[in-house]
């Protein structure tokens, strides 16, 4: 007779404490394997899950049951400028992406990718590890749209390799759309979107072609764009109806790999 398999109860440690805004599922999973947290006072194993009632310590820290009940999550974006690095410390010193940011208490803030110290514009953050997780892992290809400036012409040519795929030092990279946005000489802008994150993927892109990129700016990220008034070093809370949409993109994103 066959029997319908049991869904194991609880849910993954890394997922539980990601919600709750320890860090990112990716964090979380190497304090595990460090043996920084406990799981009912024994050290806990990445295959551990989490039921109401059990007792979680991070670091040898309690963690509240409170906490991890709680579901309201806060997303906001940031406009970063030029010269800052998505760090949350620097040992040159130099400006990073957390220092404007809100202060938090017992949460902290989760960055959704990285932009280089040379690119402006939409950088999302999150006290939800887990949220920040889905929409930076390759299988959803979130889309990210940015502005691109680039010395010189650009040939029909270019073009067209850098939408078809390009092999670059760490694989094929290519963008998904590439916009002419008008402008003359040194002053010429493109839009292009891609869906993934790699190290300098644009600029690279761009200069597989022999053309220089003189700015860029990330203007987009899923269904979030960045206003206009949040200037450079700024930032603003997500409205709700703006991060159950992101929610959403993420599940139906999800929902088409399986």
């Not at 008034?229 to 994103?253: S, T, W």
Request: net charge positive; hydrophobic share 35%; proline share 3%.
């Amino acid at each position: 007779m066959n029997q319908e398999t049991e869904k194991p109860a609880g849910e993954r440690l890394q997922k539980v404490l990601a919600q709750a805004g320890y860090g990112s599922r990716r964090e979380i999973e190497g304090w595990i394997e460090r043996g920084e947290v406990k799981l009912n006072g024994k050290k806990a194993s990445l295959g551990d899950r989490y039921k109401p009632g059990d007792q979680l310590k991070v670091k040898n820290k309690l963690v509240p049951e409170s906490r991890l009940k709680a579901k309201h999550s806060r997303v906001i974006m940031y406009h970063k400028p030029v010269g800052e690095v998505t760090t949350r410390s620097d040992p040159e010193g130099r400006s990073t992406v957390f220092d404007n940011l809100p202060k938090l208490g017992s949460a902290r803030w989760i960055a959704v990718g990285r932009l280089d110290i040379n690119t402006s514009g939409l950088l999302l953050f999150t006290t939800d590890g887990e949220l920040a997780n889905q929409l930076m892992h390759p299988s959803t290809e979130i889309e990210r749209e940015y502005a691109v400036r680039v010395l010189g012409d650009v040939s029909d040519e270019a073009l067209k390799n850098m939408t078809t795929g390009v092999e670059l030092e760490d694989g094929t990279a290519k963008f998904d759309s590439i916009a002419d946005q008008g402008g003359q000489g040194a002053n010429h802008w493109y839009h292009v979107v891609l869906k993934e994150g790699r190290n300098r993927e644009v600029r690279r892109l761009w200069e597989s072609q022999g053309i220089t990129v003189s700015r860029l700016m990330r203007i987009r990220y899923g269904n979030i764009s960045i206003p206009r008034q949040v200037r450079p070093g700024k930032h603003q809370d997500l409205r709700d109806f703006e991060i159950k949409a992101l929610r959403k993109l993420v599940a139906e994103k999800s929902a088409k790999k399986k």
